[in-house]
C-alpha cells in the first residue's frame, strides 16, 4: 500500500483534536508526544513504494530527535524539520540494494500552518493542511533502480 494522505491526516487528529471520535487524548510530556508523532509518521509512511526494510530504524530515528537526543538540542519548528529529514533518509536506506534513494532534497517546511491555527481554524483543518505537507513531502524523496533507470518518486 502506498503512502495515503488520508493515514497521516488521521493520525495527527488522532494526537490533536478532542473533537475527533478517535482522539486518543493529547500527549501528557516530551517523550509521549515524540513517540506519538513518531508513531503517526511511520504508520503513514512505512508501506513507501518502493517498499523500505527500514522503517522501524526511521521512527526511532524521528523520536530520538524530537525528544532533542542530539548534540546540541533543537528548539521550536526547527524540531520538525530535523526529525521528518532524519526518517526519510533512515527510510530510504531501506530501499537499498533493489533501489538507491534519495529522501526529500528540501526539508520540510510546516510554518504555513501555523497561521491557520492562530486563525482559529479547527483542528480538523489544521491537521488536514499539516497532513498534505507532510505528504506532497515525501513525494518528493525519490529512489532509482540498482539496475538503471530513471528515478521514481516515492508513492
Excluded: Q
Excluded at 84 to 96: D, E, I, P, Q, S
Excluded at 140 to 148: F, H, N
Amino acid at each position: 500500500m502506498p503512502l495515503v494522505l488520508n493515514t497521516i491526516v488521521t493520525n495527527i487528529r488522532k494526537i490533536s483534536d478532542e473533537n475527533f471520535a478517535g482522539f486518543e487524548g493529547f500527549p501528557a510530556d516530551t517523550n509521549e508526544t515524540a513517540l506519538r508523532w513518531s508513531v503517526a509518521v511511520n504508520d503513514y509512511a512505512k508501506s513507501v513504494i518502493p517498499a523500505s526494510i527500514s522503517a522501524d530504524v526511521a521512527r526511532v530515528a524521528f523520536e530520538n530527535i524530537f525528544k532533542g537526543i542530539l548534540p546540541v538540542p533543537p528548539t521550536g519548528l526547527v524540531v520538525f524539520p530535523l526529525a521528518f529529514t532524519a526518517y526519510a533518509v533512515a527510510l530510504g536506506l531501506g530501499m537499498a540494494p533493489l533501489f538507491i534513494a534519495v529522501p526529500p532534497p528540501v526539508p520540510i517546511i510546516i510554518a504555513p500552518v501555523i497561521p491557520i491555527g492562530l486563525g482559529g481554524d479547527s483542528a480538523a483543518v489544521c491537521a488536514t493542511a499539516l497532513g498534505t505537507i507532510i505528504h506532497l513531502w515525501f513525494k518528493t524523496g525519490t529512489a532509482t533502480s540498482a539496475a538503471g533507470g530513471s528515478p521514481i518518486p516515492w508513492s
